[in-house]
């Protein structure tokens, strides 16, 4: 059975462009464009007891931000490796991530195979055990 990834990102083009990689590699793959209704998709599918495998989510998003959906999953105990997406990253960003268990950090621009090992390699520590 194929991982079912949610990519979460407010600019249709740029979560066009990481849904549509996911996809051509196998990926089941569902999308929002705000954090919020993300919130709501991966604890429906939690109760549901499908959860979702991978969250590759915009940190920087209007509204709620990726690193508050982040604080807010860890908050409830949502347990789910995570790829936090960034136009822009300084140190403090990156502490934040680390701090709240980011298993992954892509900054753009990225080419798609880059999208398609990293969420190779957290899917497997993921596996094993090591996020």
Do not use: W
Not at 1 to 24: G, Q, Y
Not at 56 to 74: S, V, Y
Not at 104 to 122: C, H, K, M, N, Y
């Amino acid at each position: 059975m194929a991982k079912h990834i949610l990519v979460i990102d407010a600019v249709p083009h740029s979560r066009f462009a990481v849904v549509s990689a996911l996809r051509k590699a196998g990926y089941e793959v569902s999308e929002s464009g705000d954090q919020v209704e993300a919130l709501s998709m991966i604890l429906n599918t939690q109760e549901k007891g499908m959860p979702f495998d991978l969250l590759c989510a915009d940190i920087r998003m209007p509204g709620m931000t990726g690193l508050e959906l982040i604080c807010e999953l860890e908050r409830r105990r949502v347990s789910i490796p995570i790829i936090a997406i960034s136009n822009y990253v300084n140190r403090d960003l990156v502490t934040e991530l680390v701090r709240n268990c980011c298993s992954d950090l892509l900054v753009r621009p990225f080419e798609p195979q880059e999208l398609l090992q990293r969420a190779g390699e957290v899917l497997e520590r993921y596996e094993k055990g090591f996020f």
